[in-house]
């Protein structure tokens, strides 16, 4: 039971907590009497040892194991008796040695959210983000399904930017034979392509260029001189945009395919547009509640960022620098949710298994792999599914929002 609560701040608590002896002793006494139920002791029948005996073998386990059952009962009890809402494991500041048939006394530590005075959600307003797609949105869209779509073919003149040859080099010594390039891309400097610029099929010709020093080749910082022989040119060759085209994406013709490129642009525009009105929602909410942050969590999530911007692996920054410019963003962050966990459990909103079945289906549909791999990812990454719970949590509390808010014109 609660004897104390201190506050160390308003993100932390001490509560000196105490679990009564009786209580202690009667759960001992039952795993004892389950313990001689199922003890085989040579010389006496099955569950008719004599009770010094069991525990003699078996009374320290058994304390430990009540130990671990009772103590983290009693904690929970403690912080329902102190309506708080804990953030972080606790911390027991004070180690205690356990006696038989005496109180066990314990004082912990422990982060928990902060209480946010009149949450007010209501009378929000939020902007209009009108959607439109033009023409050159849907040609656009197009252009790329055909380049997505090119095929290369021999070419039989000189070499052009973008095109992809294949050359045989001499360079420091050393031969490279069948060395695929495509002209313009690479770690190779611009003064290395505008050599093979003009070239034709089984010419040989010479091509000295400067490596910068950040090059991510072995002439980072160097001017070899190349002995290049022209071997194949191809040239990328861009399908027509017509109805032959439009049937081999699996529609009629041209114009069912821009219908549907259309409602696509739509679909996603107003996504983009129900997200923008979210996070003006949100910066509302932040705007107007002022409280603590928990250092725990604030640090949890800097920490993930962090991890993020590693696993990228081409940022040279110390963490100290990484820190010091995501710390604002971490902490928005931090307080979003604080708020959104506050107007969920206000409003009653919860995540059932139909929403997580329909949130995996649409991760699943959208990089088109299978739900189990959205399940397998979820957990490699979080250890369990809390973590994309959580996000339809929001997700669920910001429509909430949305759909209460009211809607004015805007550009």
Partial sequence: MLKALEDVS?????????????????????????????????????????????????????????????IPEYYLK??????????????????????????????????????????????????????????????????????????????????????????????????????????????????FFDGLIGKKKDEEFIIEASFPEDSQTQFAGKRPRF???????????????????????????MGQLKDRVKENIIASKNRDAERTKQREILDKLIE?????????????????????????????????????EIKPHAEKSVRAAILLELIGEKEGINVSDEDMKEEILNIARRFYISPEDVIKYYTAKDGSLEGLKQSVFEKKVLNFLLNKAKIEEGE
């Avoid at 290049?228 to 529609?251: H, Q, S, T, Y």
């Fill in 227 to 253: 002995e290049v022989k022209m071997k194949d040119i191809k040239r990328r060759n861009l399908p027509a945009i017509d109805d032959e085209f439009a049937k081999d994406l699996g529609f009629e013709n």
């Fill in 288 to 324: 107007t509640h002022s409280f603590d942050v928990p250092e725990g969590l604030l640090n949890a999530e800097i920490n993930g960022i962090i991890g993020e911007v590693r696993a990228a692996g081409n940022d040279q920054r110390t963490d100290e620098e990484i820190i010091e």
């Fill in 10 to 70: 308003s993100t932390k608590k001490r509560l000196k907590i105490e679990v009564p002896a009786e209580a202690v002793e009667s759960e001992i006494k039952r795993g004892l009497n389950e313990a001689q139920k199922r003890a085989r002791i040579p010389g006496f029948r099955p569950g008719k040892a004599p009770m010094h005996l069991i525990e003699k073998k078996f009374g320290k386990e058994i304390e430990a194991d009540v130990l671990e059952k009772i």
């Fill in 78 to 191: 403690a912080i329902k008796e102190a309506d708080i809402t804990p953030v972080s494991r606790p911390v027991v500041e004070e180690s205690f040695d356990f006696k038989r048939n005496e109180p066990i006394s314990m004082t912990v530590s422990v982060e928990v959210r902060p209480r946010v005075e009149n949450l007010d959600y209501e009378n929000m307003t939020v902007k209009e983000v009108p959607v439109e797609v033009s023409d050159e949105e849907v040609d656009a869209v197009l252009n790329r399904l055909a380049e997505e779509r090119a095929t290369y073919e021999s070419a039989d003149d000189s070499v052009n930017a973008g095109d992809l040859v294949t050359v045989d080099y001499i360079v420091e010594n050393t031969i490279s034979k069948d060395v695929v390039l495509k002209v313009g891309s690479g770690p190779y400097p611009q003064e």
